[in-house]
């Protein structure tokens, strides 16, 4: 008896997961707007370790190749190159305390490539990670 009580759990289990899966995805809200966005990286598990620590992000593996990311609000992946290009938009990140998110960049392992300045509406620096991909971070303060 006990046996067909966990053998019908988990068939409910698989029926309710794989009826969760044919929804479709509404994306309505998210039309026009940056969904996702990837970048390059020579080294994934350094450069997913330098923004796991720097920034908290939480990321999720497909293979040795790939790593996708959430920062809390963004998603996006960092995919394996052979070199990454200069050049291009400048992803710029937000942070309440610039100072003390300087400090965990250096601490990750990244390089400040420009140092704090103030630019109208606040300061902000730039800095590379360990793949040579160049971002911001920027604050009112």
Do not use: C
């Not at 409910?12 to 026009?32: F, G, H, I, M, Y």
């Amino acid at each position: 008896m006990r046996i067909i009580v966990i053998a019908a759990a988990l068939l409910a289990s698989t029926l309710a997961s794989a009826q969760q899966e044919q929804k479709p995805v509404d994306n309505r809200a998210n039309d026009r707007r940056i969904d996702y966005i990837e970048f390059p990286a020579t080294d994934v598990a350094k450069t997913k370790a330098f923004y796991q620590q720097a920034f908290g992000w939480k990321f999720t593996d497909y293979g040795p190749d790939y790593t996708s990311f959430e920062d809390g609000r963004l998603s996006g992946g960092f995919s394996k190159e052979g070199k990454v290009a200069q050049g291009g938009p400048l992803v710029v990140l937000y942070a309440s305390d610039l100072a003390a998110t300087e400090k965990k960049v250096r601490d990750a392992g990244g390089v400040i490539v420009k140092d704090a300045f103030p630019f109208p509406g606040g300061r902000r620096f730039h800095f590379s990670d360990p793949s040579g991909n160049v971002l911001a971070v920027w604050s009112e303060k």
